[in-house]
């Protein structure tokens, strides 16, 4: 399968920025691309650095206009599109969701975020309900995807039932950067993490995983911090955690072949799904255990 990420810094013109994204979507096409993913909210800037009511006229209903005009953009393409959208459910209820388009421009399925962060520039429990749909992947014309976003790539347990009900590949929309105060050394550490992390999903469940994240720097509309500098670095890893396409931090679309019958064979020569105690795991459903 051939796999575009698009990775793009953002600005305050939201129509700019979905035109752009239309461009992009279509150059990647052209250029093979079946499957298309995009950043986490990538039709604004990052909101979230502030806790402001205002922002929540950023929100739409789905369906609405983004994904009208994004399944159209999908139908056009002959693609499967993966979207990151700030979802209004109703007045004062909204989600970080993902909305996955197949080839003909319908909505195959969504995703809303479960793990909503609450950090310094970061006040994502100001804007977003945890999701209610859990962890179901999304039958596409090119396969079961296990659709999660951003703060979700953190969390085993996620990537674990998606690939436990067949999905293929574990794509993750990112929102994430560096705080201008860190060093060079922790921003290494943050970096090699990130990737380190979901690299790990991938072996596990020995399935390939795609990140894409967000690239440029963003001001801080407070004046509380330097803004984020957010550090790219889209990739993906194949299902023994091996790099198969790393960007850098400059917007990019990186467009990649994914041999998806290799999981087969992995998964055949390390059976973890096969040796998992899963009645001894019971306990994994608490807080912590004391």
């Known amino acids: 399968m051939k796999i575009a990420l698009i990775q793009k810094s953002r600005t305050s013109d939201i129509e700019n920025n979905i035109q752009t994204l239309k461009e992009s979507i279509k150059e990647a096409a052209i250029n093979g691309a079946e499957l298309v993913v995009l950043q986490e909210l990538h039709n604004s800037l990052y909101f979230c650095q502030v806790e402001s009511t205002d ?6 209903p789905i369906p609405g206009p983004s994904t ?5 953009v999908a139908k056009e ?12 459910r109703a007045a004062g209820l909204y989600h970080n969701t993902a909305v996955v388009f197949d080839k003909d421009g319908s909505i195959a399925g969504k995703y809303r975020k479960m793990h909503i962060p609450d ?8 804007y977003f309900t945890p999701g209610d749909l859990g962890f179901h992947p999304i039958q596409t014309s090119l396969g079961k995807l296990g659709v999660m ?23 993750y929309p990112t929102a994430i950067g560096w705080e201008s105060t860190d060093t060079e050394e922790e921003k290494q550490r943050q970096l090699t993490a990130w990737q ?10 020995g399935i390939p995983v795609v ?20 550090w790219g670095h889209s990739f993906v890893a194949g299902p023994q955690g091996e790099m198969l396409a790393e960007a850098g931090i400059e917007p990019t679309t990186l467009i990649v072949d994914v041999d998806m ?4 064979n992995v998964r055949r020569w390390w059976p973890f799904l096969r040796d998992r105690r899963i009645e001894e795991f019971g306990e994994l459903s608490r807080r912590f255990i004391d």
Not at 55 to 60: G, I, K, P, Y
Not at 155 to 166: D, K, S
């Open 211 to 230: 990140a894409v994240n967000r690239s440029g720097h963003e001001v801080d509309p407070s004046g509380q911090t330097n803004g984020i500098d957010f």
């Open 119 to 126: 950090d310094p520039a970061y006040y994502e429990k100001f």
């Open 55 to 60: 922002n929540f006229d950023l929100a739409e």
């Open 68 to 72: 009208e005009f994004f399944g159209n």
């Open 77 to 88: 393409c002959g693609v499967v599109l993966v979207t990151s959208l700030f979802e209004r």
């Open 261 to 264: 019958k290799r999981s087969e």
């Open 196 to 205: 380190t992390v979901q690299r790990g999903h991938a072996v596990a469940n």
């Open 149 to 171: 976003v951003c703060w979700d790539q953190w969390y085993p347990e996620g990537a674990r039932l998606m690939a436990l009900q067949g999905a293929e590949l574990l794509i």
